[in-house]
């Protein structure tokens, strides 16, 4: 068992800063990556951020520069924190966190979050 809870959705606008957070719990070995997704009506999931259990970090182009992801020591919980926000920001964002349970070899998982709504609006 593996939840994810994200939290720090909500209403901002345009130009505003908004961070999410996002806490990993359970059976949990080793965490290989974790990862900040979001999802427009009508439109496919997109990585928007990642981050490796060694701290290496990724962005979608759309977002860098002004999108930044980090850990907690303890890697159980991302931040994605989000300034200059625009109105194609708008989505429900999901957390994602590829975790290994056990020793074995393919033991590994991606785990998802149930996601926070991000509304860019003036």
């Known amino acids: 068992q593996v939840q994810l809870v994200e939290s720090g959705g909500g209403l901002v606008q345009p130009g505003g800063s908004l961070r999410l957070s996002c806490v990993a719990s359970?059976?949990?070995?080793?965490?290989?990556?974790m990862g900040w997704y979001r999802q427009a009506p009508g439109k496919q999931r997109e990585l928007v951020a990642s981050?490796?259990?060694?701290?290496?970090?990724g962005y979608a182009d759309s977002v860098k520069g002004r999108f930044t992801i980090s850990s907690d020591s303890d890697k159980k919980t991302v931040y994605l924190e989000m300034n200059d926000l625009r109105p194609e920001a708008t989505a429900v964002y999901y957390c994602?966190?590829?975790?290994?349970?056990?020793?074995?070899?393919?033991?590994?998982?991606?785990?998802w979050g149930q996601g926070t709504q991000v509304t860019v609006s003036s």
């Open positions: 994602n966190s590829d975790v290994r349970t056990n020793p074995l070899p393919g033991s590994s998982r991606a785990y």
């Open positions: 359970g059976r949990i070995l080793s965490i290989n990556s």
């Open positions: 981050i490796t259990g060694r701290g290496s970090t």
